[in-house]
């Protein structure tokens, strides 16, 4: 009986270090070209130039309060006592022209938000006020200026709006309304084609039979994805063939920025993504001295990335997590890639496979002694409950086996713990 090679599968002999693996992948990728979008469209997109304000704002100079528009000069004496009594020659309210400018003993009643009118430099309020058959009596003075609100006080013409690279969220979107800049120029979100793999899948609408499995990976990826600012297309579920694998991405080619599949590039005869592309150079498989998620693919498609992770789901998830994510925020312009993180002292011991990057799904909290995390489940990559109730990745850097409880471990936050 012949000898036959027996596979470790925690040896990280031979596999790609993670941080490697990750800039091989960061290192083909650019921005999405900029496009000139309307600025619903725009929310969460990043800018691709400097926004420079083609007007100043206010645009105009407007009373802060509703009161009468004065010469500050004609009121310099008014008291409570003696108040300054001025002729009422109109009126100005929100969005006309004032009915007349101010001239020397004259006011113009005006509401909040309305232009001054011309020879006026200040606003007296109407609770320090009194009308009577077209007089005003003004009780107090008022400085040239007061309750004014001035044209440009909040932007001058040529100001700086948005710098390049900032994310437009919703204070920056009414700015540059504000601004009459209704469609800025930004990288726009990738639109990303989520294909599962594998004759045993059947939709999560389905009853399965004995030895089917519904389709968690899409859902999964179609979540992250839209988390991360993408827009994701379901392209369905792909059977272990790889002509039909190729003729499900060639059909979406024309619209996708980007492929994600899931399943079939590990080492069986059914790793179909492998069987449909290695061939023609299109993708790079290698193994990453991760776990889990270490057989990972990444190429390109007709010049749109691919990406093809494992099967098992959480695998999934945290390859996504480490190439799929970082690589689709640089496709819309970030430079912020990675995920917030801290230091957190275990709650438990966790251990892995000593030549591998090993991330543990925990949970984290902050308590008066600073963060904690607690390991949610087993170390199995099936286990997709184990993500649901984490927030967090604890890495076990490669050449270190296990930690113990109390020990310090650097956490990725992936969900902010209040949600």
């Not at 925990?362 to 099936?382: F, K, L, Q, Y």
Request: aromatic share 6%; proline share 8%; charged share 25%.
């Amino acid at each position: 009986m012949s000898e036959r090679q027996i596979h470790d599968h925690d040896s990280a002999e031979g596999l790609v270090p993670v941080d490697e693996a990750r800039r091989a992948v960061l290192s083909r990728i650019e921005p999405l070209p900029p496009l000139q979008m309307p600025l619903t469209d725009a929310y969460g997109c990043v800018t691709a130039e400097d926004v420079i304000s083609r007007v100043s704002l206010p645009e105009f100079a407007s009373s802060a309060m509703d009161g009468f528009a004065v010469r500050a000069y004609d009121v310099a004496d008014a008291t409570p006592g003696g108040p300054a009594e001025l002729k009422i020659v109109g009126r100005s309210e929100m969005g006309k022209r004032p009915e007349a400018t101010v001239g020397m003993g004259e006011a113009v009643k005006i509401a909040t938000g309305a232009p001054m009118p011309g020879g006026a430099d200040a606003v007296v309020a109407v609770e320090n006020a009194e009308e009577d058959d077209g007089l005003v009596r003004l009780f107090q003075p008022a400085g040239e200026g007061q309750h004014v609100r001035p044209r440009g006080e909040d932007v001058q013409e040529g100001d700086l709006l948005v710098p390049k690279g900032r994310r437009l969220s919703g204070a920056e979107l009414g700015l540059l309304a504000n601004a009459g800049i209704p469609h800025p120029l930004v990288h726009p979100r990738p639109r990303v084609i989520v294909l599962s793999t594998g004759d045993e899948l059947i939709p999560p609408t389905e009853t399965p039979s004995f030895g089917q499995v519904r389709d968690a990976n899409a859902y999964t990826l179609f979540g992250a994805l839209r988390e991360v600012g993408a827009i994701p297309v379901l392209a369905g579920i792909v059977r272990d063939d790889p002509d039909s694998l190729k003729e499900t991405v060639f059909s979406f080619e024309i619209q996708a920025d980007a492929f994600v599949s899931s399943g079939g590039i590990s080492v069986g005869e059914r790793d179909v993504v492998k069987a449909a592309f290695f061939r023609r150079g299109d993708i790079e498989f290698r193994k990453v001295a991760m776990q889990p998620g270490m057989p990972q693919g990444f190429g390109f498609i007709e010049g749109k990335p691919f990406f093809g992770l494992p099967g098992n789901p959480v695998s999934v998830f945290v390859s996504f997590e480490m190439f799929v994510r970082p690589a689709l925020l640089r496709m819309m312009g970030r430079t912020q890639l990675g995920r917030p993180e801290v230091r957190a002292r275990l709650t438990g011991e966790i251990r892995g496979p000593k030549g591998k990057t090993v991330f543990v799904r925990v949970e984290v909290s902050r308590g008066p002694e600073g963060w904690t995390a607690t390991p949610t489940g087993g170390r199995g990559s099936n286990l997709l409950s184990t993500i649901s109730r984490a927030n967090g990745l604890a890495v076990l850097p490669a050449g270190v086996e296990s930690a113990g409880e109390g020990d310090p471990i650097r956490v990725l936050l992936f969900r902010a713990s209040e949600d």
